[in-house]
């Protein structure tokens, strides 16, 4: 891959954001969330992929990845005003179908397509599918990891708004009630992640964010979680009701031992 395919995909991707860009403030304000999203999860994907060594074509093709990776979301919420896949479509299909049928890639060698379809179709899979080995892995491990710590961010800064001025779209409809789910808490300590399914309340919703942590695979990821206090930022958002301290406490550990391990051994679990 190229500087100047990079460059192209850059200038796709702009133009293309600017394509649902609307009067309508409300739906200007989630446009405008996803694309700076998008910007944010390619720093993210720098740092990552340079600390594990990445550079020229490699870094290149991680940027892609993390360009692209979001782009059924544009058009998920232009038809559905929602966020939320079960009750949509799979924004992450919707994004390669979006790649393919404008030939985006056409210019990148076989294998680099195949890396970057296979990145943003499974990006947001709840675990990794299973058939996905090598290169195609790699850097699909990076933009899950890279999507994540941006993802933290988004609903960290929408938590800390004022009740009024927070979006339940980014909330996904989820019902702000001071109940965690012994389900859910029982997840979080066993060091699982938690289905979305299992969610009832916002808070469930929240602690299922937080079990993301067993899901990255880079000791990079987790210097950076660290660094921005993500884990701490949403705790102190949930209620303090029987089990949650015990389920961050758990998260903290888990930090803890794999940033001293300076291991990127992958996630917890796989497909």
Sequence with gaps: MTEDN??????WFAEYCSSFYTDNEDDQRHFILKEEHTHNVCANII?????EGLADERLLLAEATAILHDVGRFEQYHQFRTFRDSV?????ALGAEIIREIDLLADLFPEERDVVNHAVESHNAFLIPEG????????????????????WRVFIE??????????????LG???QPYCSPEVLEKVVRREL???SSAQTLSDFKL???????????????????????????????PDVEGVQAAVNTILSFIDERVAAEVSSGPVFSG
């Design 47 to 51: 740092r990552v992929a340079a600390e």
């Design 208 to 238: 299922l964010q937080l079990a993301w942590v067993y899901d990255l695979s880079f000791t990079e990821s987790f210097r950076i979680v660290a660094e921005k206090d993500f884990v701490r930022r949403i705790a102190a958002t949930l």
């Design 88 to 92: 949509s479509v799979d924004h992450a």
């Design 194 to 196: 938690v289905p979305l």
């Design 158 to 171: 929408n938590y800390e708004l004022p009740v009024e001025k927070r979006s339940e779209v980014v909330e």
């Design 6 to 11: 990079l460059i192209q995909i850059r200038a």
């Design 132 to 151: 996905i080995v090598g290169e195609q892995l790699f850097f699909l491990r990076l933009l899950r990891d890279a999507d994540k710590l941006d993802i």
């Design 174 to 176: 989820f019902p702000n």
